[in-house]
């Protein structure tokens, strides 16, 4: 019989998941259910809802650390974190809308399952590398705990850096401390409109490689969201410095043309809908995530747009291409011999009915050394495979 069990305590999840690994049933790891639409269909008849594992346990904002339970809404968490003038500086995405979801709806553990950063990860870094600390149950029923509450504090294997990214396929995170920032003081985007997407990723690598301390690079070309392309540079910090780098940015790239400045709270509500990918919402078109080199986004671009009916931007100065194919197929061959045509990448699915994940490779395939690796480590902390069975590859 089907079954939906929800704990509240650590404890509680324990006990789960040794009676699941005893009784060799298979459960799908769920917080509130708006990453249930990334990887593969789970292979699984109970649920291990975590939205009762919910709750601040402590934040010391002076110390800049915050421990959470993970299934509280991330929604509460950056709430609290700027009614304290700091952030979450990896900027996590929110797939709620591109899945046709509501917004807000994630939690702290499905952030970090999907290790989800949003256009500041250039500079600040991924999900991973903002966590201090984890407490989890194994597949094995085991609870564990790794790191704690210090920067520095590191001995022995980085197990959080392992779970980041897993899906929920290694272990149940229960409670997770996490590193908080200042936030800055203001924002600003610098935006040139109406350049191709070489010359606007010329622009995005250049005024990354400047002194500038760029926090964002995108460009929207023309019919992404606008009628014009939007080549657009984040700047943050200090007013005085924002004005100072601004005219900076303006003396760099002069030669590309006049910018317009986008002050806040313009220049957040725009990093927001590239963030979550908003141009591609309110479809159910098939939408990759495609990670690659910078400087190779746009022949990636032009090689696809020669084969298929598509629509792409770019976030991380290039590096992150989204995008969308118009004929409502996932064109897997395509998309990914296009990869491997401009020298290799990572091409994923985020967006396609469940009858078409079950039935590829969602995920980018794994070189077999590296796949050989992610089975060990699935042997040593889910031996049984209860944890979301399939979620990232068939049968594991």
């Given at each position: 019989m089907d079954a939906t069990l929800k704990p509240r305590t650590t404890q509680e999840?324990?006990?789960?998941?040794?009676?699941?690994?005893?009784?060799?049933?298979?459960?799908?790891?769920m917080g509130q259910g708006s990453k249930r639409g990334l990887g593969r269909p789970v292979q699984a008849a109970h649920v291990l809802d975590l939205s009762g594992v919910a709750g601040i346990e402590s934040y010391e904002p002076a110390e800049l650390v915050?421990?959470?339970?993970?299934?509280?809404?991330?929604?509460?968490?950056?709430?609290?974190?700027?009614?304290?003038?700091?952030?979450?500086?990896?900027?996590?995405m929110d797939y709620g809308p591109l899945q046709g979801l509501d917004p807000g709806k994630g939690t702290v553990g499905g952030v970090l399952a999907a290790n989800l950063s949003g256009p500041r990860r250039i500079k600040a870094g991924a999900a991973r590398d903002h966590v201090l600390g984890m407490e989890a149950v194994s597949g094995r029923g085991e609870i564990f705990n790794s790191g704690g509450k210090v920067v520095k504090n590191v001995t022995g294997y980085d197990l959080p850096r392992a779970l980041c990214g897993s899906f929920g396929t290694l272990a149940v995170a229960s409670t997770v401390t996490l590193k908080v920032n200042p936030?800055?003081?203001?924002?600003?985007?610098?935006?040139?409109?109406?350049?191709?997407?070489?010359?606007?990723?010329q622009v995005l690598c250049k005024a990354m490689g400047?002194?500038?301390?760029?926090?964002?690079?995108?460009?929207?070309?023309?019919?992404?969201?606008?009628?014009?392309?939007?080549?657009?540079?984040?700047?943050?910090?200090?007013?005085?410095?924002?004005?100072?780098?601004?005219?900076?940015?303006?003396?760099?790239?002069?030669?590309?043309?006049?910018?317009?400045?986008?002050?806040?709270?313009?220049?957040?509500?725009?990093?927001?809908?590239?963030?979550?990918?908003?141009?591609?919402?309110?479809?159910n078109a098939p939408v990759w995530r495609i990670s690659v080199a910078p400087t190779m986004g746009p022949k990636l671009v032009e090689l696809l747009r020669g084969k298929?009916?598509?629509?792409?931007?770019?976030?991380?100065?290039?590096?992150?291409?989204?995008?969308?194919?118009?004929?409502?197929?996932?064109?897997?061959?395509?998309?990914r011999g296009a990869v491997q045509e401009i020298g290799g990448g990572h091409a994923t699915l985020v967006r396609a009915v469940p009858s078409v994940r079950s039935?590829?490779?969602?995920?980018?395939?794994?070189?077999?050394?590296l796949a050989s690796l992610s089975a060990r480590l699935k042997a040593q902390f889910d031996p049984s495979g209860i944890l979301n069975p399939g979620r990232m590859a068939a049968g594991v």
């Open positions: 999840i324990e006990d789960a998941v040794k009676w699941a690994a005893a009784e060799e049933q298979p459960l799908e790891i915050l421990t959470v339970k993970a299934g509280t809404p991330i929604s509460d968490v950056e709430k609290l974190v700027d009614e304290n003038a700091q952030e979450l500086s990896f900027e996590p936030k800055p003081e203001t924002s600003a985007s610098f935006v040139l409109s109406g350049l191709g997407d070489e010359s606007a990723v400047s002194s500038a301390e760029v926090s964002g690079a995108a460009h929207l070309p023309a019919g992404v969201g606008a009628e014009k392309s939007r080549t657009i540079l984040r700047l943050e910090g200090f007013e005085t410095s924002v004005d100072y780098r601004f005219k900076g940015l303006e003396q760099l790239l002069r030669s590309f043309g006049s910018p317009e400045r986008l002050a806040e709270p313009d220049s957040r509500t725009l990093w927001r809908t590239i963030r979550d990918v908003e141009p591609f919402a309110g479809s298929l009916d598509i629509q792409a931007f770019y976030d991380w100065s290039g590096g992150l291409v989204w995008v969308t194919v118009l004929d409502g197929l996932v064109h897997e061959t395509e998309i039935n590829m490779d969602v995920f980018q395939p794994q070189p077999g050394p």
